[in-house]
Structure formats: C-alpha cells, structure tokens
C-alpha cells in the first residue's frame, strides 16, 4: 500500500511561517536601509580597473575612494588584480582646485584612483543617467507584472481559475521573500538579479505545474477519497520528481556560486534562494490555496 504523506495537515503552520519569514527579511532590510538598488536604476558609474600596484585591494581602494562611496569587486584571477569599481555619483561639474575650469564627479574618481595607485589601467567604462535608470527600473517592473499576469491567464485556460489562484499565490509569496532577501543580505538589485527574478518566476510555476497535472489526474480517479486526500496523493507522487530537479538545478547554481566569481555571486546567490524556496511554495502554498479555494466554493 502506498504511503501517503499529509502535507495539508501542517499548511497552517507553513502559513505561519512564511508569513514570519517575509516580515522578517523586510524588517532587515528596513533596518539596513531599504532596497539596494543599483546604478543600473538609479544612475552612476561603473569601471573595470587593472592595477598595477600590488597594495592595492577592495579595502585600499575603497579606502581612497570613499568620499564616493563605491561598491569595489574583484574579477577574475586574483592575479590579473582587475576589480568592478562602480558609484552611484550624478556627473555634476564642480570647479578644481586651480578653479580655472570645472572638473565632473567621474573625472574626479578616475584623477582620485590615479593619484592613490601607481599604472592604473582602466579597461572599460559605463555610464547610466538618472533618466535612462529611472527608465529601466519602471520597464523591469512592467515587464514582470506583464510576466505574472500572462501566466496567471495560461494556468486559468490551462487549469482551472482556483489553480491559477494557488499558482499566483505560490509565486507572489517566491517574489516577495526573494525580494526581501535581497534587502536582508544588501544584495545590489540590477538587470542580472531582475533576469534572476524572472527565472524563478518560470520554475516555480514549472514545479507547481506539475504538482497541479497530478492532482486533476487523480481527482478524476478518485474513489472515495476527500479533496485534501487527492491533493496529499498528487504531492507524494510527485514528490521525488520536485526533489531531483531542485537538486540538480541547484547543483548547477552552486557551481555558479563557487567558481563563477564576484560578478556572478548575488546573480547566483539571489537564484539558490529563489530556487529553494519555490520548491518549498510549491508543496506548502500552491496546494493548500487550491484546497481553500475548493472549500470556499462548496459552501457557496
């Protein structure tokens, strides 16, 4: 006889604990300052640097640089000595000190790292506006609503609307504790850690998709059985399947995290969150809205 895990008997205490888990993160991140979003949003300037000067590191540059404020990465071998400088300066032109011509804030930051180094090589350079940031941060919105909303519609055409519910409800409670992780951890939201939203906006409807076919696969089977038992049956069947994904994707993510350096750390780091935790929304949100949508509608 094949042993059914109840996984809807513990949806109240999972409810509870996502709930403490979301205000938790968003209490860190008030704390810390609220959302860190990068120059990609809000304008600035970001360099890729090769020194010359073996003292120099993320500490030493930080250090000369700090009427800046930058945020300093280091990339590639260690050897190489190359680092991500970048800071969220608006480029206005202030008089130098001789005050016979105006000087910009990122002329000052590169004459700043040339008077602290010796054989500073500045490899690349890239500047955003506060208008074309501010630009790029309502389209990123925009766009991921637009993403949750066409999937909303193709679960409801799909399914059926109470397993759109459960799916959206799943995948709003992903977003909002990725988020919130975001500003727990001082993670930079940029382009790569929206594209990381986005990601885990497609796998974890992928994962409840799944869960949701087994479910109306065996609702139509079923015997005597109640609806929560259908719903316990479908995630226990299912359950090897969720597991070996989540692990195999996060085997490679890990990977990322590891050996693909600083530039891809919050990129990876964001996606071992978002992956984790929409395998768990999957079991313990997805189902249990789907189950109190049914209940709600036999009363009716």
């Known amino acids: ?101 105006g000087v910009s804030k ?27 940031g501010d630009f790029l941060k309502k389209s990123a919105w925009k766009l991921s609503i637009i993403a949750v909303i066409m999937m909303s519609l193709y679960l409801a055409f799909r ?13 709003l409670h992903d977003v909002l504790a990725s988020i919130a992780f975001c500003g727990l951890m001082g993670i930079e939201i940029n382009i790569p850690v929206i594209a990381a939203f986005l990601t885990i906006f497609g796998y974890s409807v992928n994962d409840t998709i799944v869960v949701f076919d087994r479910i109306r696969e065996t609702n139509e089977l079923k015997g005597k059985e109640t609806f929560n038992d259908v719903i316990d049956k ?17 085997f490679g993510i890990l990977a990322l995290f590891f050996l693909g350096g600083e530039v891809l750390h919050d990129f990876a780091l964001v996606l071992l969150f978002g992956i984790t935790i929409g395998t768990y929304s999957s079991i313990f949100m997805a189902s249990p809205v789907v189950l109190a949508w049914e209940k709600w509608r036999s009363k009716k």
């Open 1 to 101: 006889m094949e042993k059914i895990i109840h996984f809807t008997k513990y949806r109240f205490i999972a409810f509870a604990f996502s709930a403490i888990m979301i205000i938790s993160f968003f209490a860190g991140s008030y704390f810390r300052g609220g959302l860190n979003f990068g120059i990609d949003f809000v304008g600035g300037y970001k360099l890729i640097v090769k020194f010359e000067d073996k003292s120099a590191n993320e500490a030493t540059i930080r250090s000369a640089l700090k009427e800046f404020s930058p945020t300093v990465q280091q990339v590639g071998e260690s050897e190489k000595n190359e680092y991500i400088i970048s800071t969220k300066i608006e480029n206005k032109v202030s008089e130098a000190a001789s005050g016979s011509e």
């Open 106 to 132: 990122f002329d000052q930051l590169k004459n700043t790292l040339n008077a602290n180094f010796k054989n500073v090589k500045i490899e690349s350079e890239e500047n955003v506006g506060p208008a074309i």
């Open 159 to 171: 399914f059926e609307v109470k397993f759109a519910a459960g799916a959206m409800a799943a995948l």
């Open 234 to 250: 479908a995630i226990t069947q299912t359950l090897t399947r969720t597991i070996l994904t989540s692990l195999t994707t996060l």
